[in-house]
């Protein structure tokens, strides 16, 4: 599975942004998705996880409420919804494929397939 995330951007704090992933590649309606993030010099850390067809989903505690993750499978695409952007939720942005899942999870070391990643930079 190949996957490609959009263009982030930089914003004010407050603001809004949806992130898209795009899955190319063997059958990605299988996968379940995954969004996450990293800053230098600190660990990836999982923010939002969907089930193959959508009805799951699972949130980090640090976005719970702000970000909605969804996908449509027609498009091979998987979105992430930023809603009230923080300064510390500056990073780079990574979605990735987990397969032979059934529930979707957080944790990095479950997901095989990444994209390149995007960087979100939030100013206060």
């Known amino acids: 599975v190949h996957l490609v995330e959009s263009v982030g951007g930089s914003l004010q704090a407050g603001g809004s942004l949806r992130l898209s992933c795009a899955a190319s590649?063997?059958?990605?309606?299988?996968?379940?998705m995954g969004w996450f993030r990293q800053v230098p010099g600190k660990e990836r850390e999982g923010l939002a996880g969907?089930?193959?067809?959508?009805?799951?989903?699972v949130y980090a505690d640090s976005v719970k409420g702000r970000f909605t993750i969804s996908r449509d499978n027609a498009k091979n695409t998987v979105y992430l919804q930023m809603n009230s952007l923080k300064p510390e939720d500056t990073a780079m942005y990574y979605c990735?494929?987990?397969?032979?899942?059934?529930?979707?999870?957080?944790?990095?070391?479950?997901?095989?397939?990444w994209g390149q990643g995007t960087q979100v930079t939030v100013s206060s």
């Open positions: 990735a494929a987990h397969d032979r899942c059934y529930v979707p999870v957080l944790s990095p070391t479950a997901y095989s397939y």
């Open positions: 969907i089930s193959t067809a959508g009805g799951r989903t």
């Open positions: 590649g063997d059958n990605p309606s299988w996968y379940c």
